[in-house]
Structures are given as C-alpha cells and as structure tokens.
T-cell receptor, first 114, second 112 residues
Framework: DAGVTQSPTHLIKTRGQQVTLRCSPK?????VSWYQQALGQGPQFIFQ???????QRGNFPDRFSGHQFPNYSSELNVNALLLGDSALYLC?????????????FGSGTRLTVV | QQQVKQSPQSLIVQKGGISIINCAYE??????FPWYQQFPGKGPALLIA?????SEKKEGRFTISFNKSAKQFSLHIMDSQPGDSATYFC???????????FGTGTRLLVSP
C-alpha cells in the first residue's frame, strides 16, 4: 500500500522563477493538504483540496496556488519565488476532508531558492 | 488564538528515562490534538492523538495527558529509547476541518 508520494525530492530554483510540486495521495484518500515547513519550525498550512476545489487556505499569498486532479493527485505552484520560500513542502492526504480521521504525510520536497 | 505553544525546544534524556513535552493552546474550538514524530528527511508521522472528552490516552510507551481547563496537553514517552530520538510536534485542529496548527517542535535526543 503506497503512502503519499511527492516529487521531486529536492529542487533548486532562482529567485523570480516559478515552481511546480507534485503529490499523489495514499490509496483510499481523496483529500490533499499542503504545508510549508521552514527549517527548525513546525509545518504551516498552505491550503487543502477536496473534490478538485480549494476548501481552506492558510495565510499565504496568491503566489501560492494549487490544483487537484480527478485521480486525487495534486500540484502546488509557487510563482515569483522569493528567498524566503526556501523550505520543505509537505503534502498530506486524508479521507473525506477529515484530518482527524488520519492524516498521512509524504516525505516532502526540499525547495531551495537562490 | 490560532497558535499552539510548545516547550521545551530541545530535550536530552537518558535511555530508560521519561521524556515530557508540553503544549498549550488558546482556541477553545480546537477538539483534536495529535502528536507527530518526524525523523530527518521524512515527513511527520502520527504518533498518538486525543480529544478533549478524555484526560489521558495511552498507547504503548506513549501517553497524552490533557487538561481542558488549563488548555494544555503533554506527551510522555516512558522508557525512552535511542530510536525515539526525533523531532516531536504537537498540533491542534477543529474536527471536520483539514487545517492542523502545529507547535514549533521539540528535538529529543535519547542518549544510550
């Protein structure tokens, strides 16, 4: 039973560029949430997708956008990258939009902006 | 009001000892309190979770104590082992909503 799969594992981008991160949820899960984890900090909620719609959004600018596909996989897009966007980006999947039914995190994508 | 405050930032415990990590919250609407364990290079993994209708939950060597009136909860790791060395995060959410609010993390080192 595959868990949450994220790609790529590492990425280096230049300030001002755009980046797309990908996530495949755990089998049986239909909801994807994205978190940003800065070095030495706890994960911060970016947004959540359920039924191909953004259901909740954290305190992140519009440069952060996402998409969910019919197979429940998801993408996180960040435009106009800033040095401060350097972080570990975590994808978490769950069932029916319920985090308290069990959240499974992927290993993340380490984004470095130079 | 959305913050979860976690302490200590780091903790060193001898093998066989008890590790205790504390968290406090302000938002009384929170009704789900999980603890996550994160190893380097990995995503957080759910360790144990509690709801405010119980004061304690135990799973193996891991126990959550919950004090609703004080708006505090803590993780106790009994008989700590070197394999428990990791970063631990407390979190809180409102049932039915995806957003987990995480604490800042505690780096635990269990010395052999």
């Amino acid at each position: 039973d595959a868990g949450v799969t994220q790609s790529p594992t590492h990425l280096i981008k230049t300030r001002g560029q755009q980046v797309t991160l990908r996530c495949s949820p755990k089998s049986g899960h239909d909801t994807v949430s994205w978190y940003q984890q800065a070095l030495g900090q706890g994960p911060q909620f970016i947004f959540q997708y359920y039924e191909e719609e953004e259901r909740q959004r954290g305190n992140f600018p519009d440069r952060f956008s996402g998409h969910q596909f019919p197979n429940y996989s998801s993408e996180l897009n960040v435009n106009a990258l800033l040095l401060g966007d350097s972080a570990l980006y975590l994808c978490a999947s769950s069932y029916r939009g319920r985090g308290d039914y069990g959240y499974t995190f992927g290993s993340g994508t380490r984004l470095t902006v130079v | 009001q959305q913050q979860v405050k976690q302490s200590p930032q780091s903790l060193i415990v001898q093998k066989g000892g008890i590790s205790i990590i504390n968290c406090a919250y302000e938002n009384t609407a929170f009704d789900y309190f999980p603890w996550y364990q994160q190893f380097p290079g990995k995503g957080p993994a759910l360790l144990i979770a509690i709801r405010p209708d119980v004061s304690e939950k135990k799973e193996g060597r891991f126990t959550i104590s919950f004090n609703k009136s004080a708006k505090q909860f803590s993780l106790h790791i009994m008989d700590s082992q070197p394999g428990d060395s990791a970063t631990y995060f407390c979190a809180a959410s409102i049932s039915g909503f995806q957003k987990l609010v995480f604490g800042t993390g505690t780096r635990l080192l269990v010395s052999p």
